[in-house]
């Protein structure tokens, strides 16, 4: 991190404050903050220790070093100085709301990029790139502003235990690199958000989506825009074969409603592959399975093969595992997924996670490209740790040293290798359904203090 004209705090060498963090220059320049600073009008009118710059580098550290409260996050981004203290919790704190989320999300958009080439193995199928969007639910922490924000989960049992924040993400699947995020609330539907996404999906991707997404209005507007689709399909869609292809797929139409269907209008020629398990030690044997495709041309394109691509969409679900069980994992300490306790607080939470992230992906995938690797097999566990450990090895360097670390850096990623993936099986169940505690309601939320003390309570019975 270099030194703006407003900062107080002493620098090394080359002018950086946050210089334990000098590595992640590799993936995220000085320039680009300052960037993303200048467009969001975040510039410091007077001296202080906390200016913006050094709390975006701040937040990009808490995405990584997720266990650490704010202030341990402070001193692990900075080397040790006698006679310099860090600022208190509080002051970091106000200085983060101050750079609010705007500049985090700036600086997402402009770093996050797809990584994946023709070259890497894996990224893409007949010249296609493999990409997807999903989404996924997040517990807040239980403040009434997050509540009021987000909005709770509610059922038969009541609502639920914490606020929901839903994040839909558009995913290039061959990297796992999240290349954009919306964050919404409880009362968003993923679909909504999903749209938000579309015009950010690269002109030469194949778009995976999961049967929830699907909707006659949103496959017209993006057929419509070139985007090449396969998605998952509900068993209740009426899809009657009118030309039956080599391949054993077949051609069908869709229809915005049944009376459209009962008229043949509006009818969009989708093409439909469909299969069923016979492997009864398999979750879903027997059932049958549908996709449908813009894909229309069966020789180009055939049905195995997009079957056994469209697993490719398990790839977002990995994401979500890193980033909910690996990244930034629940601890007795923080039972929620998040630890912000205000709305934008949460939102810029996210987006720095995200981007920290994309930075592990980034070194990932430049460290199997060197040696043709699918970037699958590396672990990511394994990469996310050894850059928390040697993060704060690369110490007052200039470009010759960095680059050697850099480059040290990618070689020790690379021994993180995995065995192939096994063929194996998890079944949609859990351990544990119900507890036999009483379930926490409103009125148990934000009790008034208490007016005696315990000694003024007991009442001795005889």
């Known amino acids: 991190m270099t030194q703006q004209e407003s900062s107080t705090f002493s620098t090394d060498d080359a002018g950086r404050i946050l210089d334990r963090l000098a590595g992640l220059e590799k993936v995220i320049t000085p320039e680009q903050i300052k960037q993303a600073l200048q467009a969001t009008n975040r510039v410091n009118p007077r001296s202080c220790k906390l200016t913006h710059e050094v709390m975006l580098w701040v937040v990009l550290a808490m995405g990584l070093f997720t266990d650490l409260p704010i202030r341990s996050v402070f001193k692990f981004s900075r080397f040790m100085r006698k006679e310099e203290p860090s600022p208190p919790r509080s002051s ?3 200085a983060r709301q101050r750079l609010g989320v705007e500049p985090v999300k700036y600086l997402h958009e402009l770093v996050v990029r797809g990584l994946a080439t023709p070259d890497t193995p894996g990224a893409f199928w007949r010249g296609l790139r493999w990409v997807g969007i999903d989404s996924s639910v997040y517990d807040a922490p239980d403040s009434p502003a997050n509540a009021a924000a987000f909005e709770r989960a509610s059922g038969g049992r009541g609502q639920g235990a914490f606020p929901q924040v839903r994040k839909a993400s558009l995913v ?6 999240e290349l954009c995020i919306e964050i919404g609330g409880w009362q968003d539907c993923e679909q909504d958000l999903a749209r938000k996404l ?3 999906l690269p002109k030469d991707s194949l778009l995976l989506e999961d049967r929830g997404f699907f909707s006659y209005q949103d496959w017209k507007k993006l057929d419509e825009r070139g985007q090449k689709m396969l998605v998952r399909v509900k068993s209740n869609l009426i899809l009657e074969p009118f030309q039956s292809l080599s391949d054993g797929s077949y051609l069908a139409k869709i229809y915005p409603n049944s009376y459209d269907r009962t ?3 509006n009818g969009i020629v989708v093409r439909v592959i469909a299969y069923v398990i016979d492997d009864p030690q398999r979750v879903g044997h027997q059932e049958e399975h549908r996709f449908i495709t813009n894909l229309l041309d069966e020789t180009a394109y055939p049905a195995m093969e997009l079957i056994e691509g469209y697993h490719e969409r398990w790839e977002h679900e990995m994401v979500y595992d890193e980033q909910k069980t690996h990244q930034d994992p629940p601890r007795a300490e ?14 810029q939470e996210m987006y720095a996670l995200s981007l920290a992230h994309y930075v592990v992906r980034a070194l990932m995938a430049e460290s199997a490209r060197q040696e043709n690797l699918d970037v699958d097999r590396l672990s990511f566990l394994g990469c996310f740790h050894i850059l928390q450990c040697r993060l704060p090895e690369c110490k007052n360097p200039t470009a010759q040293t960095l680059q050697g670390w ?3 850096l990618l070689w020790e990623m690379r021994q993180e290798i995995t065995e192939p993936r096994r063929n194996r099986i998890n079944p949609r169940v859990i351990k544990r359904k119900m507890s036999k505690w009483n379930k926490k309601k409103p009125e148990h939320r934000n009790l008034p203090p208490l007016k005696k003390t315990f000694v003024e309570s007991v009442v001795i019975t005889i």
């Open 172 to 177: 290039e699947l061959g990297t796992h690199i």
């Open 334 to 347: 923080k039972p929620a997924n998040l630890r912000s306790e205000t709305p934008e607080g949460v939102k």
């Open 406 to 408: 850099y480059e040290c």
């Open 92 to 94: 970091l704190c106000e």
């Open 263 to 265: 008229k043949d209008r």
């Open 198 to 200: 579309w015009d950010r």
